[in-house]
């Protein structure tokens, strides 16, 4: 597991630039310029199970989907930040992206700290510190356990 860490205001066209829009619609078309403006490494050396920690409003900008859909299908385990940005934070919980606000464990981050994470009983412990966040809502933690909105609200039809 790597932590990737970027600081205050990453906004959409830096997780993905705009520029792609309307040619880039699918993973495998999105994956290859996830965060290509920011950090021309990550695309190449993300692996599944990889953090991001970032700094306050990420995901601030556009609506489009890409960003999210393309850090999902990388498999990024999870985004911790100070805050996010409204819209980006929805489109997660649509996706099933996994996203936490922490800003203690954000402050107290320096790089190569170690790292674990437990959502279920809200706690980030980095570097020996354990650091608390709200335990997210039951439903967010099925939608994201579901793989995402569409795939929890197909489930939920079929147990009807």
Known sequence: ????????????????????????????????????????????????????????????????EQPVLGLKAVGLKVVVAKSFARIFYRAAINQGLLLIECEDAINS???????????????????????SFPKLPAEILAIQDAGGLLAYTRKKLQGK
């Open 1 to 64: 597991m790597r932590i990737w860490q970027y600081g205050d205001n990453i906004n959409t066209d830096m997780l993905f630039p705009g520029k792609y829009t309307y040619t880039c619609s699918v993973a495998e078309e999105i994956i290859p310029h996830l965060l290509e403006d920011l950090d021309s490494n990550f695309a190449k050396q993300v692996q599944p199970g990889d953090i991001i920690f970032a700094g306050h409003n990420f995901g601030c900008g556009s609506s489009r």
């Open 109 to 131: 981050y320096d790089a190569g700290d170690t790292v674990i994470l437990d959502e279920d009983a809200g706690k980030i412990v980095v570097d020996g510190d354990t650091f």
